[in-house]
Nanobody, 118 residues
Framework: QVQLAESGGGLVQAGGSLRLSCAASGGTFSSYTMGWFRQAPGKEREFVAVVRRSSTTDYSDSVKGRFTISRDNAKNMVNLQMNSLKPEDTAVYYC????????????WGQGTQVTVSS
């Protein structure tokens, strides 16, 4: 089992930046695909970004060009650098992990709130 803990959320003005971090414990971090998801009030949880074992990345169209996901296997951490933030980015952001041979993410953090003001 792997435990995940997000940090770095907060309140920021539109156009500003935040850096989210996710610390992992348990399991073998380098063997997991790591993702960031978010959920706004009244909406379903949505995919934001993913970084795989090979360090390849993908992003949702809504954040492409503004967000950057990265991993540091030596520190068992995954980060999400968020630039040019918009009010519609306001959500609870979740870190997630999945094993390569499974189709779904089985491990989730508690989430961290990101609020972007106009």
């Amino acid at each position: 089992q792997v435990q995940l803990a997000e940090s770095g959320g907060g309140l920021v003005q539109a156009g500003g930046s935040l850096r989210l971090s996710c610390a992992a414990s348990g399991g073998t971090f380098s063997s997991y695909t790591m993702g960031w998801f978010r959920q706004a009030p009244g909406k379903e949880r949505e995919f934001v970004a993913v970084v795989r074992r090979s360090s390849t990345t993908d992003y949702s169209d809504s954040v492409k060009g503004r967000f950057t996901i990265s991993r540091d296997n030596a520190k068992n951490m995954v980060n999400l650098q968020m630039n040019s933030l918009k009010p519609e980015d306001t959500a609870v952001y979740y870190c997630a992990a999945r094993q390569t041979y499974r189709a779904t993410y089985d491990y989730w953090g508690q989430g961290t709130q990101v609020t972007v003001s106009s």
